[in-house]
């Protein structure tokens, strides 16, 4: 069977037309520009499109861009650099020889952290930061699926927080208070957890369907709700408490619950690697294979053109935001059962919730590319602490760099500007 291109698009779409204007108007009238009569919520649904699924090329430069300005703040904060800039007119060449040994001296310690350490001394200790990496990437793929997903159907879900925490707190929930065998005990944990956070999830799905409420509100309000629900667990020994604790921490994760390490004990990493792989193989497929992954993106684009050619806009943003919430929930699980099983805690989502919303963009709400985005912050959070060790350079560089391209990723007319890329006018 032949593909249909490089997105798996439809080649062509069939969608009503808006009326035309009566011929009797005024001449006046017809000199209106079409951005004139295009209404707010329309213009604010098309920056948004653009923004969450534009070209890989605004993309990529905007990396590009936020690392260039990560390398002034490190030449910034370098003390070798100052100490040359104190005598520049006098040896300038003394000043450009810190400021290369600086940013060299980073990035290489990054690459050191995150992919490959040529200085270790065992082929274990070589290889081990790329399994490091990929530890990092699983819940940051599997969470920036889940809020991509949303993307592609027209609607931002920044709810990762509380749908990771649900998730994460339903799964250790299943993990120590049921004593099973592993191959039900582990399925069982993933597929609750899925689940608690599908519907936590779904809440914003249903109000967005049912009222119109904004989901950017909803979602931010049921991150405060579920981390208090979870908390309440967390310090409730009918719960989620450990017995015999005072702390809001759950006891450790048995063994038959527990994700299995893929390349032994020496290395971190787990099988929740495995299950981002599939999780991003079903992705998708639902949404370039499947009538469902139609209905979503046919919603992203025009709702109004979507809702009279036939397709339940409601139902779209219910299944949307349910499917969402399962994949931001698969993270926490992640958390729990695999990268963090000493107990859960209110802490387990880790910054990842608000992370993956970045990866869902700078992966263009495209599975594949979301994992690619996932592999990359991965690789930033493994090799910012060992920039920080070897370098002394703040691991706070690492998060101006992600903030930046937050910033390059929501302004691409400004990328676009600076690299002086053609627009679509022109």
Known sequence: MSEKGPENEPAETTEPTEPTEPTGQAEG???????????????????????TTGNALVAVLS????????????????????????????????????????????????????VYNDLGSTFTQQIKPITETLKFAAPLTLAGLGIGLTFRAGLFNIGGRGQ?????????????????????????????????????????????????????????????VGYYLVFYALTRKSLLQAPG?????????????????LLGQQFNLHAGFLLALLATVLVWWILN????????????????????AGINVGVAY?????????????????????????????????????DAITVALLGRSRPFGILAAGILFGAFKSGGFFMQASEGIPVDIVLVIQSLIVLFLAAPPLVKAIFRLPTKEA
């Open 29 to 51: 009238a017809a000199t209106t520009s079409d951005a004139d009569r295009v209404p707010e919520a329309s213009r604010w649904h098309v920056a948004m499109r653009e923004i």
């Open 63 to 114: 990396v590009l861009l936020a690392m260039f300005f990560g390398s002034l703040m490190i030449l910034f904060t370098d003390e070798d650099v100052r100490y040359g800039l104190s005598y520049f007119f006098a040896r300038p060449s003394d000043t450009f020889f810190y400021a290369w040994e600086a940013i060299s001296g980073a990035y290489v310690s990054l690459w050191r952290g995150a």
């Open 164 to 224: 990771m925490l649900l998730g994460g707190a339903a799964a250790a929930f299943v993990a120590v208070r049921l004593d099973l065998p592993m191959i039900v005990h582990l399925p069982l944990a993933i597929l609750v957890g899925a689940l608690a956070a599908a519907l936590w999830g779904g809440i914003a799905g249903l109000l967005k369907a049912l009222t119109g409420a904004h989901e950017v509100i909803v979602t931010i309000m049921l991150n405060y």
């Open 245 to 261: 604790s005072g702390n809001p921490k759950s006891s450790p994760m048995p063994e038959s619950a527990v994700l299995p390490d």
């Open 289 to 308: 294979r499947s009538s469902l992954g139609y209905r979503f993106r046919a919603v992203g684009e025009n709702p109004s053109a979507a809702k009279a």
């Open 318 to 354: 219910l299944s949307a935001f349910l499917i969402s919430g399962a994949l931001v929930g698969l993270a926490g699980v992640n958390q729990v059962l695999g990268s963090v099983t000493d107990g859960a805690t209110s802490g387990l989502d880790a910054g990842i919730g608000f």
